[in-house]
């Protein structure tokens, strides 16, 4: 079983940030991928980052050059952040990984962005 852990998301204003976290154990957050898959209510969750064991990052284009993806191998973490939040980034935020041709996501935290 791996298990995940996300920080606690928060409310902030359009145009302003927030750092997401997302523990993994050792072994995952060395030799993983990681991503992170919002769900905005009402819609499907959607990768909009991800980073490979040697920090290549990839992002969705609603979120490039806002969101920045990037792990700290040292504290087995993997952050988010993300600045410019707009309201349409209003979504629960999942960190999720593959291991061994099992999906395993952390338990999600709440990202509200207010107009």
């Known amino acids: 079983q791996v298990q995940l852990v996300e920080s606690v998301g928060g409310l902030v204003q359009a145009g302003g940030s927030l750092r997401l976290s997302c523990a993994a154990p050792g072994i995952i957050s060395s030799v993983n991928t990681i991503d992170w898959d919002p769900r905005a209510p009402g819609k499907q969750r959607e990768l909009v980052a991800r980073i490979t064991s040697t920090s290549v990052q990839d992002y969705a284009d609603s979120v490039k050059g806002r969101f920045t993806i990037s792990r700290d191998k040292a504290k087995n973490t993997v952050y988010l952040q993300m600045n410019s939040l707009k309201p349409e980034d209003t979504a629960v935020y999942y960190c999720?990984?593959?291991?061994?041709?099992?999906?395993?996501w952390g338990q999600g935290t709440q990202v509200s962005v207010s107009s």
């Open positions: 999720h990984t593959r291991w061994f041709a099992n999906d395993y």
